[in-house]
């Protein structure tokens, strides 16, 4: 037999179980796993993987790249954030897909319109794969343009409840009519939970100069308790048990959330949730720093004890994904807050160091099984997302997309050396064990020797026809 490529040596960890093996493939596909392939067979090339594991590659459904958002641009675009990612073994990104109201016009772009606008801006660009949620942000005119972007390939849809300035608020009605549709069309709405009117008010309770100067970024956490998120989430949660429509919830980030999800899974209720590295890791008392408003994004960081949850929902079930939220902004535009919380940019770089945080953080420290963490990291998110199993899988037929990572070599984030494109990183200094040695993309090597060698332009459009517990 003769083989491309065959990575030789490794303990393969996919979300089955681990084994010795040797991973062969055949152009952009895996096309055989079995001992001692490299001894048997003739290759093309052999990567090395001896005392290494082998993953697949990391799919982060959850990235923000290129984004007008708080009145600046946030600081990743598809080329570094691309390159940030595949660094960190993520071989494939979900991105959102917003239609913005066009110049000069009270009209806002189609969900097709906005859908051309991501493509344009990956396009040349990325060095992974890639697809868009698709943000429904005027529900009486984009509710009739929702079976057109299924048929285009597009099953997964996005509303926030907040974010009322940018033109991206959802309400109730435009919920539970989604939902109404999401179980028609087999697609999945998922949702930014936070209660937005209770926080309008908490926010004008605090929004006072003597405020500002004594607590600064700190109000950024006081103004969001977390019954902020929960109330949101269960509201979200009442409409998909009532109109039986696929929920998501986005970047879940409390305790409380965490039991509302397990209290509706056990009545049967459709609904998923993600939370991200960051709330797993990181918590509130951040905003104490004086460089504290560079950790804000919504919903912002909470205690120890919603984190304890979180690992502890990744164990039982209740939590299904691992993502990033990845929002990048450089401290020249955090700096635009100027002491006035509600004007940070919101939100936080990811890419790069999803799989080695939650690698060191969960694994290492015995909270995850490395099977576990695959299942969390890159098979779920494949069938959650309908790209199962093209991705998220080691087996024959699926895309080369793996990720090969040491167990225990740890290198320090500096955020000076990384593909990341910020001045800053809310990791600085950690060290961290799982940065990807050798990433493989469709087959083509695109990390080697933790560099990144891929070309700009050679991500494609990953389409899907499902998502959701169907996909
Ligand atoms: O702070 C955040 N999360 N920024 C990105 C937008 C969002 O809410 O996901
Ligand atoms: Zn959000
Ligand atoms: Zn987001």
């Known amino acids: ?7 030789k040596g490794g303990t393969v960890v996919t979300a089955e179980g681990s084994a010795l093996m040797d991973v062969a493939i055949n152009g952009e596909k895996i096309a055989a796993l079995g001992e001692n392939l490299a001894g048997n067979c003739e290759a093309g090339q052999v990567i090395d993987a001896t005392g290494h594991l082998v993953i697949p590659g990391v799919i982060d459904v959850h990235v923000h790249l290129d984004l007008p958002f708080c009145g600046t641009v946030s600081s990743d675009d598809y080329s570094s954030g691309t390159r940030a990612g595949a660094r960190g073994g993520v071989t494939t990104l979900i991105d959102f897909a917003i239609p913005y109201k066009k110049k000069d016009s009270n009209d806002y772009e189609t969900l097709s319109e906005a859908a051309d606008n991501w493509h344009k801006r990956a396009e040349g660009k990325a060095i992974i794969d890639y697809t868009f949620h698709i943000c ?6 984009h509710k009739d343009q929702i079976k057109g972007m299924v048929d285009r390939g597009f099953t997964t849809f996005k509303e926030f409840m907040i974010y009322e300035s940018e033109g991206w608020q959802s309400d109730d009605r435009a919920m539970f009519a989604t939902l109404e549709k999401m179980k028609e069309y087999g697609s999945m709405l998922l949702v930014h939970a936070e209660s937005s009117r209770v926080l309008d008010e908490l926010i004008a309770r605090h929004h006072t100069p003597e405020q500002m100067k004594k607590l600064g970024a700190q109000l950024h956490g006081i103004t969001r308790p977390n019954y902020i998120e929960s109330e949101a989430i269960q509201r979200a949660v009442t409409w998909c048990e009532i109109t ?25 209720v459709p609904v998923i949730a993600e939370t991200c590295a960051q709330y797993l890791v990181l918590d509130d008392s951040v905003f104490e720093r004086e460089d504290g408003h560079l950790y804000a994004c919504c919903p912002q960081l909470k205690k120890p004890a919603d984190q304890e949850r979180l690992w502890k929902g990744l164990n039982d ?10 929002c990048s902004f450089n401290r020249e535009q955090k700096g635009m807050w100027n002491g006035d919380w509600t004007k940070i940019p919101m939100g936080m770089p990811g890419l790069e160091t999803l799989l080695p945080v939650s690698y060191t953080h969960g694994v290492l420290e015995g909270r995850l099984t490395p099977e576990l963490l695959v299942r969390k990291l890159s098979t779920d998110p494949a069938r959650i997302m309908g790209m199962y199993p093209r991705k998220g899988a080691i087996q024959v037929g699926s895309d080369a997309d793996i ?7 740890r290198i320090k984030v500096d955020h000076a050396t990384m593909e990341t494109n910020t001045d800053w990183s809310p990791f600085q200094g950690w060290e961290l064990a799982g940065f990807s040695r050798t990433t493989l993309s469709r087959g083509d090597v695109i990390v080697d020797d933790y560099k990144v060698v ?6 494609k459009w990953i389409p899907r026809k499902k998502a959701g517990l169907a996909g």
Not at 136 to 141: A, E, G, K, S, Y
Request: overall charge neutral; charged content about 25%; glycine content about 14%.
């Open 317 to 326: 079930g209740e939590v299904s994904v691992i993502s990033t939220d990845t």
């Open 403 to 409: 990720a090969i990572i040491h167990p225990t070599k």
């Open 136 to 141: 429904i942000t005027q529900f009486d005119q």
């Open 244 to 268: 039986g429509g696929q929920l998501y919830i986005v970047h879940m980030s409390t305790a409380e959330g965490t039991d509302i999800i397990r209290a509706a899974q056990d009545r049967g």
């Open 1 to 7: 037999m003769k083989f491309d490529k065959i990575i």
């Open 454 to 459: 891929g070309k700009a332009g050679r991500g």
